[in-house]
Structures are given as structure tokens and as C-alpha cells.
């Protein structure tokens, strides 16, 4: 089957790019957004962090869905579905922004893009975000427009990926600050890129605005990308976990708040705006939060993957539950295992002996720390 | 890996169910409602098939997350969300409804479980609907609470269900009419159970209240299903594409509405109840649709999956594109091809010949015809 396993159907949508994965030897599969996310070729985890690490990868992450709001009240709306101060946002900035809920809790943690005064993109999380911004709009009766443009997202990331986007786009791409957008021009068309990217290793986010041209992009950037050892790619765990980029859905759910999430500097909750939630944060902020995102060094050898939580206990009395771990691999450039979890106060400061309950029946000793890791000792 | 190449993390929830379906050794997944869904076991899909029409099955359907709207609101929020007339709809009453935007545009086509007065249970197809009806009622101001609560649901499905379900909850669940639901004791626990699901081979689904009885619950019906040759199975595709049950994201999005869908006997347009909509399904009645969902049966040795729709054509000059097929299998008890389309107006006349541009390349001959299938001959 082309989709490793993974059962396929119109639901489940194939992306732009989608042609190009399965030629270059997709291994398999998540479902991110009601699509597909590519998540593993033929290299090992492990070698794939390296080359990432070393050169340039191209990722298929059209599930990043783009909700665009458009019109007279678009502007109103993003600022009533965020906690972060957008009076200040420029157009052609990124802002890493929560989507919480009337208690704070997490809807999803999206990329804002403000493409106008009157016209943003969230790049979202696995939620259906465009429900929530609709449902929003027609309860309040606001006049914007919600929809999900024809917007496939193909990330070029690692630290060649400067270099291979120049070769495509012109040196002017060198010139795009991070979290700031640009247009470029592509076979005709003006694309928007940006320089963001869910990994640490830097690089681009081409927004394709046509998916008649998925195949075409990537065939250009492949081709562009030989002398730089470019490979297809997805995120990459170890790389995630290491620079302590967080998933939604596994790190944090609804019943997350964004202060939890260390999202503290994205949060203004003085009283200068106005979003849903607020009442929530400002409690939550006044009586201290209960838990804070953290990681966890985790001893012994290469665990195994983290398919449900791991409890992560206090080594006193009575065995308290302190924590879960909720993504979890090994890192062979700290040559330990490294977790992350959300621990409760009292127990998060770095340095903080603990127990976890992995899934293969060991009880590990670990050690809490702040992110991104650095190196354990 | 257990969960046969789908990559797993706490993103993609598993069920109450999911340790007793790799018991039983499940050969795959699909995503559905960020919690998975098993696709396969170890017999054939046609064994499956058969299986089902003559035994009985235990389907892990715990995907069909219920979004409860509970409170003063409750009742309010349920009929504008929905075209169904829900004023005579009675406690104990399941409904099959659609969720459509403000253009009509179908958003979900759940289950509607009416629990009380004020309180509802949506039982959802892939969809965030619980975004949606939160977004709604905090837009208008509603006071009701919106939530997804610990409910999953195990259906059981085949003629020998209401047998096997007997023999477990007692005689009295003989007495639970079609679409209608009641409570039954499960170890001291009440439990609600409906005579209902996703096929046409009768049979209930239990909503099950408490995730920790998951094991218990499964252990219990395949104990006590032993005689009558349960086994483990899941939504058929033979048998819901003969029946014509339609799949959101499928044959369905939110590019369509539910006259397309055939779903006129669930939509109320004379103006006596209000919800989101209204007008543009009132407009889409007077016009009268330009397509409309059909069965087709194609031609031709049995037919690759269809991963991607198919183009459905007129015989006539041009090659004019009348719909798309957006599921398609071979029937062993029809011994042909059938697949789903919607079919454009002036071409969706059962007989209506046509030709299919399937997967493999093949341009196959077609007829349409109306739902569900019957003998082609």
C-alpha cells in the first residue's frame, strides 16, 4: 500500500506534495488536520536527526491548515481568540499565539500570520480551529469571512536550507528576518515565505497558494537542493524534544492553559485587551499556576516510543504522582533519554530527582529540567 | 509496532477498548476524532463482510466522540444547529441529523441522543463539533455547557446481536426499538444503550460511561459471544457501501449540502424553526440541487481502492465530468463493482450510463443507480 499501513480514503487528504513523499520512499504516515503528515522515509530517527542537523531537509507539512479570517471584523476576532497583544503586530510578522477557550483552556497553539490590517492566517495544531473561528464569527454576528484557502505549507529546514532557497528564490530571501514574512515569485506566481519551521536548525515555510504546483515546488527544490544534500523529511522527534518544541495534543490539551505551557510572554493579561479566557488566565496568573511544562532526563538504555503516558512520580513517601510523560526518546548527542512532561509545583525545579514509569515496566530514575535541554552534565 | 505502521503518540488517542482489539489482533487503523479506529483484523474484508451478515461483531467505535450540550441552552443551541425539527423529539429518541454553516455547507452528520430535556449528546463523525457548538454559544452568549464527556462507544452488530446482548444485559433489551436507547446494568454501573449503527445488519451500541470498564465491558460480550461466533470486527466498507451509508469527508464536506445528501426528510425549510443556514437551504430547495448522491456500479474485474476520487463522465461529446467517485469496492454477494458519487443534475436517473477514469488507468463502463444497491441484473 503506498501509505505504509495506513488506511486511505478521501477523509484522510492527500496533500500537493503527497506524490512526491511516495516517490522518495515514505515509510509512513500521521494524521494531522484530517491529512496526511509524512513520518519517516528510509533513513533511521536517528540518522535523519544528523542530516537535518548538517543540511537541508524538504518537509511536507500542508496538515499546518490555514485558517484565514478576511474582512471588517478580522482583526477583532483574532484578538478576541488570543491571549498575546496583537495592537502592535506588523503586516508580513509571524507571532507564535495560544487559542484558548472560555477557561483558558487549549484550543491550539498556532502560528499567527497578519497577511493585512484586515486578513490573518492561523497555521494551525491538530484542532479543527476553522470550526471554533466560525462558530465564533456567526454566534457573535461578526462580518468576516472564515475559510481554509488552498494553502499547502512545504517546510525547507536545516542550516543549508539559506543557501537552497536562495538558489530558487533569489538572494532576497536572505534578507526575511525570523518569524517575518515575504512574496516571492515561483513559475509565475507570488508565493508567500517565511522563515520559521518547527525545528531548531533554522530555515523556510513556502505557503503554496496553488496545489496545482505542489509537485513542481518540490521538484525545483529537490533539484536545487543536490549540491547541498537535501533530503524529504517530516519533524523530527529527537530534534523536537531536544529543543523543547511542544505538540499539541500530547503535551497539552484543553486541559492545558497557556501559562502551563510557558506561554507566559505570549499572555497580557493586564486588562489592555479584551479576549476569551481572560477572566480564567487572570485567576490562574493571580493564584500561581499548578503545573509548568518541563523536561525530563530519563536514565537507562533507549526507551522505547511513549504511545501513552508515562506516570512520573516523587521518590517519597507514598509514590505521588508529580507528572506524565508525554513524548519521550533517546538523544545520541546527549547519549540519554530525554522527556517532557508537565510537573506540578514544588517538584519543577531543574535539578528535581524523580521516578518514571516507562512503558516496558522499568521504574527510571530521572531528573527535571528546563528547556530546551542542554547538556545533562 | 502495534498499531501496524501507524505512528502512534497520546495525539492520537486510543480507546477504553484499544488493549483487548491488539488481543485480538488488529491489522490496522484509521484516525478518526484524534482516537483510533480499527480498520482491519485478520480476516479478509470479504470473510469480514460475510461474517457480519450472519454472526455478530464487536466494533471499537469509541471515535464517535459524543459532544454533550447540557443547561438552560441546551435545546436551543441543539435546533439551530441542526434542520432537523427537533420540537417533538422525545427522551430515549436517537436522531439522524446534519450540523450545516451558514451556506448550508455540512459540517458533521451525527447521531442526535436526546438524554433530557437539557441535555443532548451529538455522536460525531471526523469532525470538531465540539468547537463548533462551543464557538456558537459563547458567540450568542448561550448558557449552556458544551463538553466531550467519557463516553465510548462498542457497538454490537450482526443478527445475532440482539442474542448476544440479551444473554448479557437481559431480556429486556429485546424491547429497545430502532433509533431509540435506554439504560442497562453493567457491574453496578447504569449504562446507555442504543439499538443502532453503522450498518444495516442490526444491532445496538453501548455508550459506555466509564473508560476504566473498557476491558470488562469487551471481555464480558466476547465471553458471552462465544456461541454465537463473535468476533472482533469494524465498519465493513462492502457492507456500508451496498447499504449506502455515507462517510464524512468522504462522499460528503463542506463543499455539499444535505439535499445533495439525500437528507431532505432531516431538514425543516417551511420557516417554522430557526437554525444556521436556513436561508441558504431554503434558496439551494427553490432552485433545486445540481447533484446529488448516487450509487454507481462500475464495471470490470474488482477495482483498486479508490485513495483519490475518481472522475465519473458522460458518454457524450466532451467528456463532460458529472461527479466523482469518492468510495469504491467490489460486492461478492452482487459480484460487481459499486462505488459512490455525487451525480449532477440531468445524469442522475437510475440507468443513466457513464465512465469511470479509476486508479489503475482503466476507463470503465457505469450505471448509475439509486441507494441502497440492489441486484444490478
Redesign the interface.
Known amino acids: 500500500m503506498?501509505?505504509?499501513?495506513?488506511?486511505?480514503?478521501?477523509?484522510?487528504r492527500?496533500t500537493p506534495y503527497t506524490d512526491q513523499v511516495e516517490a522518495h520512499g515514505v515509510r509512513?504516515?500521521?494524521?494531522v488536520n484530517?491529512m496526511l503528515l509524512p513520518?519517516?522515509y528510509q533513513r533511521s530517527l536517528q540518522d535523519d536527526y544528523w542530516h537535518l542537523r548538517e543540511h537541508v531537509q524538504l518537509w511536507d507539512v500542508s496538515c499546518q491548515r490555514q485558517v484565514e479570517l478576511r474582512g471588517k471584523h478580522a482583526a477583532r476576532l483574532a484578538q478576541w481568540m488570543t491571549p498575546r497583544d496583537l495592537r502592535r503586530a506588523e503586516v508580513g510578522q509571524c507571532l507564535y499565539v495560544a487559542i484558548v477557550?472560555?477557561n483558558g483552556g487549549m484550543?491550539n497553539d498556532p502560528l499567527l500570520l497578519k497577511l493585512a490590517e484586515d486578513r490573518f492566517w492561523f497555521s494551525i495544531a491538530?484542532?479543527?480551529?476553522l470550526?471554533?473561528?466560525?462558530?465564533?464569527?456567526?454566534?457573535?454576528?461578526?462580518e468576516v469571512e472564515v475559510s481554509e484557502p488552498d494553502v499547502s505549507v512545504l517546510a525547507v529546514q536545516g542550516p543549508k536550507a539559506e543557501d537552497l532557497m536562495a538558489n530558487v528564490f533569489g538572494p532576497g530571501i536572505r534578507d526575511v528576518k525570523f518569524f517575518r514574512f515575504a512574496e516571492f515569485e515561483f513559475q509565475g506566481t507570488r508565493q508567500l515565505i517565511a522563515r520559521s519551521g518547527y525545528s531548531k536548525q533554522g530555515g523556510f515555510e513556502i505557503y503554496l497558494n496553488d496545489g496545482s504546483l505542489g509537485s513542481a515546488l518540490w521538484d525545483t527544490l529537490w533539484k536545487a537542493g543536490q549540491p547541498f544534500d537535501v533530503a524529504p523529511g517530516c519533524p523530527n522527534l529527537i530534534e523536537r524534544v531536544e529543543g523543547g518544541l511542544l505538540?499539541?495534543?500530547?503535551e497539552m490539551t484543553r486541559e492545558n492553559n497557556p501559562l502551563e505551557c510557558a506561554m507566559d510572554d505570549y499572555c497580557t493579561l493586564d486588562g489592555s485587551i479584551d479576549f476569551?479566557g481572560r477572566t480564567a488566565l487572570q485567576s490562574l496568573q493571580r493564584d500561581g499556576v499548578q503545573r509548568l511544562i518541563r523536561g525530563v532526563w530519563i536514565d537507562g538504555a533507549p526507551c522505547p516510543?511513549?504511545?501513552?503516558?508515562w506516570p512520573v512520580v516523587h521518590n517519597g513517601v507514598g509514590d505521588r504522582q508529580i507528572g506524565q510523560i508525554?513524548?519521550a526518546i533517546y538523544s545520541p548527542r546527549f547519549e540519554c533519554n530525554i522527556g517532557l512532561s508537565m510537573i506540578e509545583r514544588g517538584f519543577w525545579e531543574p535539578g528535581q530527582p524523580v521516578t518514571v514509569h516507562s512503558a516496558d515496566g522499568d521504574r527510571r530514575g530521572g531528573t527535571v529540567t528546563s528547556l530546551p535541554f542542554a547538556s545533562p552534565g
Open positions: 503506498p501509505t505504509s499501513g495506513l488506511n486511505v480514503s478521501r477523509r484522510i492527500r509512513g504516515f500521521s494524521v484530517h513520518k519517516a477557550d472560555e484550543i491538530d484542532s479543527d480551529v470550526l471554533w473561528a466560525k462558530g465564533l464569527a456567526l454566534g457573535a454576528g461578526m505538540s499539541y495534543g500530547n476569551i516510543p511513549c504511545a501513552t503516558p508525554t513524548t
